[in-house]
């Protein structure tokens, strides 16, 4: 057919083209044209033809310039900052946590709602990231209108529909078939065009790790997530946009302490923040009366390990030494399962229980794990901190920019899927 080529329309090729090019100098960028035609695979000719579109866009801009062999310096080019801004949310289980950053991820904005404990409500947590968006888009650095779209990394297993959108089943937060998406929409003050992007956050976290933290270059990792619950994310080179794993939910200890879940000996019953409280609470710890799970935990921590010359608390330190060992045997698991590269920890309770017994947890891991692929992982601390999960989230409507060549966001459609799942499955930074 006419204006078509191997199924592919003209508009997709271009589309194609854009999308080559601004990723390219996303990742890898500032580039000069000359630079751009083999890194893309493209002539001159449609490189030139792309950046002067991209260009009268505002999405590429000049960067400087670098000296040629014998000729003029060529011009360096890079995606435009402030062309793009996008949300990143965290629906943890201590706090919604809302960001709004710019196209190259600088922070320009936060606000953070904590949550009472066991305070899931579907409709309070909707209104919380509702109020949020409307906060960071009110600080002088926001452009709403160059919103590209809302990411929310959430607890649980989330299912995209036709008729409702991202319906989230979250278990140990008692939401089922949460339809998420249309509570934000039902009540939102943003246009209509702006998508939600939502999924779940072990996953977010795990694709903020791999684009732009301590996964960067691998081909097999898993990413796990250990705050009031426990998840994972693995990414091998079938699903290099990352699988979210109930991981928490594997069973550790047949009849053992009973899961937030209903089920008994998950390893979230053992490792998550809550369960490792509750354990330390039973044996007779103390921890402070009516703070939240994460200074509780850093209470415990100093307990288990003080500064120089004071008492430790053996209660603490035995419960925390029991856990480096089940954690240790849940990344076997993994490693046994998936055999990755690297396994990476993050979650505000992994970066504060990895700090202190890592070193444990990689000895544990080995022992409970076949020797040849526990003697090909390594396992480390994401290096994204505790804002991961929302970089992560910010990514979703980033990758969904690139899949559509840098076009705006277009009004959403009824039946409409999010197109992002394909943008992160091409483009995974080695």
Not at 263 to 289: H, M, N
Request: net charge negative; charged share 25%; hydrophobic share 40%.
């Amino acid at each position: 057919m006419a204006g078509q080529r191997n199924g592919r329309t003209v508009r997709d090729l271009r589309r194609g083209n854009r999308t080559a090019v601004l990723q390219k100098l996303y990742f890898d960028g500032p580039l000069s044209r000359f630079e751009l035609g083999p890194a893309t695979g493209l002539s001159s000719g449609s490189v030139s033809n792309v950046v002067a579109d991209l260009v009268a866009d505002g999405l590429v801009e000049e960067a400087g310039s670098v000296d040629s062999d014998g000729g003029r310096p060529r011009t360096l080019l890079r995606v435009a900052p402030d062309s793009g801004q996008m949300i990143g949310v965290d629906v943890g289980e201590t706090r919604v946590r809302v960001e709004l950053f710019d196209l190259a991820l600088t922070e320009l904005a936060r606000t953070e709602r904590r949550l009472v404990p066991h305070g899931y409500d579907a409709e309070v947590i909707a209104g919380h990231i509702r109020d949020g968006i409307a906060e960071v888009l009110g600080v002088e650095q926001a452009v709403p209108e160059r919103l590209l779209g809302v990411g929310v990394g959430v607890p649980g297993i989330v299912e995209h529909t036709p008729e409702q959108g991202a319906v989230v089943h979250g278990q140990t937060i008692g939401w089922d078939a949460v339809p998420l998406e249309q509570l934000l929409r039902s009540a939102s003050r943003l246009p209509d065009e702006v998508p939600y992007f939502i999924d779940n956050g072990a996953r977010t976290l795990g694709q903020a790790e791999m684009w732009f933290g301590a996964g960067r270059g691998a081909h097999n990792a898993v990413v796990v997530l250990f705050g009031s619950g426990v998840g994972a994310c693995v990414v091998t080179p079938e699903v290099e946009h990352g699988r979210a794993v109930e991981w928490g939910h594997l069973t550790v200890r047949v009849r053992g302490r009973r899961c937030r879940c209903g089920a008994a000996g998950c390893l979230e019953a053992y490792a998550g923040a809550e369960s490792l409280l509750d354990r330390w609470r039973e044996e007779g710890g103390r921890p402070p009366e009516g703070t939240d799970e994460e200074t509780a935990l850093t209470a415990m921590l100093a307990a288990a390990y003080p500064a120089e010359g004071a008492g430790h608390d053996p209660v603490a330190l035995a419960v925390l030494e029991e856990t480096a060992e089940y954690v240790g045997a849940g990344l076997s698991d993994l490693i046994n399962l998936f055999q990755p590269e690297r396994i990476l920890i993050g979650g505000w309770a992994g970066l504060q229980l990895g700090a202190r017994f890592l070193p444990a947890v990689r000895r544990h891991a080995a022992t409970y794990a076949l020797r040849h692929p526990a003697g090909k992982v390594t396992i480390d601390l994401g290096r994204l901190g505790s804002d991961a999960v929302t970089v992560g989230a910010a990514i979703l409507p980033l990758a969904d920019f690139f899949a559509s060549g840098g076009r705006r966001p277009e009004p959403v459609t009824e039946g409409r899927l999010p197109a992002w799942r394909a943008a992160l499955r091409e483009r995974a930074p080695r």
